[in-house]
């Protein structure tokens, strides 16, 4: 399962409705879900912080599960079935944990309530995400630049590049290419 957030709420431009796009932490893969208006709104509520002198049904449900002793873990959007997508609500309550069959578009409305994170299968991210081409472009060039700056010598050196923080990555310690030549020649006698 991948750890996703709302990104934003916006429209459809086929069917005019409202859409919740979701984005994984590493902000590279969105994934769109059409969802009711009411919903939409009650998303929009929590992402603005919008104080209300009532309560809506998913302030209603938090005040619920608080009241009961419970707390919302997580939510998990697991499945989808002719365009529909299934999510499960995980409550802890009394040391156990129940799992409630809900609408993603509630399950996230109540995430955003209660600060429980959202999380997404891992089938539904590689079937249903979009790529963020621009992060994807980006990590491309760097990796040809990487490439382009790498020279023979840093192999001979005793080191070999790994992930850091410039364009050019930390290096880290192989063994002296020398001393293995040096080995080989001995299990040959």
């Known amino acids: 399962m991948r750890k996703m957030k709302v990104d934003k709420l916006g429209i459809d431009l086929l069917s005019h409705d409202p859409v919740v796009i979701l984005k994984d932490v590493e902000g590279k893969r969105f994934l769109p879900i059409l969802i009711g208006p009411f919903e939409a709104t009650a998303i929009a509520l ?27 873990l997580r939510i998990v959007i697991h499945d989808i079935h002719d365009n529909t997508f299934y999510a499960k609500i995980v409550i802890e309550s009394n040391g156990k944990n129940l799992e409630i069959d809900a609408r993603p578009s509630d399950s996230i409305a109540l995430a955003l ?3 429980a994170p959202i999380f997404v299968s ?27 700056n790498l020279k023979p010598s840093d192999f001979l050196k005793g080191t070999i590049p ?3 923080e410039d364009e050019m990555p930390e290096q880290k310690e192989i063994p002296d290419l020398e001393r293995l030549e040096d080995l080989d020649e001995d299990s040959d006698n």
């Open 113 to 115: 309530r209660t600060n």
């Open 46 to 72: 929590a992402l603005e912080g919008t104080h209300i002198p009532r309560p809506l049904s998913h302030d209603l449900m938090k005040h619920i599960i608080e009241a009961l002793n419970a707390k919302v």
């Open 162 to 164: 790994t992930k850091g």
């Open 122 to 148: 891992e089938r539904i991210i590689l079937e249903e995400t979009v790529v963020d081409k621009q992060s994807e472009e980006h990590d491309l060039r760097k990796f040809k630049k990487y490439i382009d």
